[in-house]
């Protein structure tokens, strides 16, 4: 039967986050991640996850869940599994995305656009005073965003240079927002980082070539969801929240 015909949530089949009412109305709502990965990464399962870009404009519930169903658990155990060295990042993304699912439950948020609008309902000083907000915790994870984009669009050009793609890739989009300690924290990190080949061998959709194609399926998916954020961060005027 087609799912969009199902009594019930549809569920897509990447990632089984239950689509809302809105999503499975839309003609355009696909039932399933169109950046489905073929293997089975916990970081690029996320990726795909959070890459669905019907699901995110169209209802996803702020798309960071921390729920397994929500996708971040995954990504965030890959960061974990890098080692010491990167547990300041992951513990601030995790702090991150607890205080997103913190909100996201508390409030029964449904899309990102319902979390803005009511957040903003105070009015744009009270948000800007507010360190809680969920706005501002999207933000910075919105600039990550920018950071993994820029990050994987140099791993798919076939550099080798692991470290060096991700130190320029945090150049052009984290750096400009972090202090000089963290800037330098995060540069040293990056020296750690593995090998493209094993980058490539993590993702586990088989030979690099095809992790290599996968990548290329993904990336549009996270200029789309990047795209859709900043707009609607430009037009409330929340892209410099304190
Ligand atoms: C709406 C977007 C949803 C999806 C976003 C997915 C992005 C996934 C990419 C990377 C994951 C790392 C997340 C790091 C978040 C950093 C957020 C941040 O800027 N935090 C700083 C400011 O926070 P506040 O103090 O204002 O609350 C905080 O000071 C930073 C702390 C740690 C250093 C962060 C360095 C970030 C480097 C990112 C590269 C990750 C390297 C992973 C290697 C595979």
């Not at 009270?126 to 915790?137: E, I, K, Q």
């Amino acid at each position: 039967m087609n799912k969009l015909n199902q009594p019930g949530p549809v569920r897509c089949s990447c990632c089984s986050w239950p689509g809302s009412r809105q999503a499975q109305q839309d003609p355009l709502f696909p039932g399933e991640c169109p950046a489905r990965p073929r293997g089975s990464s916990p970081g690029l399962r996320v990726m795909c996850r959070r890459c669905c870009k019907h699901l995110w404009a169209q209802g996803c519930p702020l798309g960071f869940s921390s729920h397994p169903s929500g996708g971040w658990d995954g990504f965030l155990g890959f960061l974990q599994s890098l080692g010491a060295v990167f547990s300041f990042i992951s513990k601030d993304a995790v702090a991150k995305v607890t205080l997103l699912e913190t909100h996201r439950q508390r409030h029964n948020f449904v899309s990102l656009q319902s979390m803005v609008e009511q957040e903003l309902s105070a009015g744009p000083a009270a948000l800007r005073a507010r360190p809680d907000s969920g706005c501002r915790t999207v933000l910075r994870l919105h600039r990550a965003l920018r950071w993994l984009q820029l990050f994987l669009e140099g791993l798919r050009s076939g550099d080798p240079r692991t470290s060096v793609l991700c130190t320029d890739a945090y150049n052009a989009s984290l750096a400009a927002h972090h202090p000089w300690v963290i800037r330098k924290a995060a540069t040293l990190a990056f020296c750690a980082l593995p090998s493209r080949e094993a980058f490539l061998e993590v993702m586990n959709v088989g030979p690099p070539e095809e992790a290599v194609a996968m990548l290329g399926e993904a990336i549009p998916y996270i200029r789309d969801v990047y795209g859709i954020t900043e707009e609607l961060f430009e037009r409330h005027k929340l892209l410099d929240l304190p």
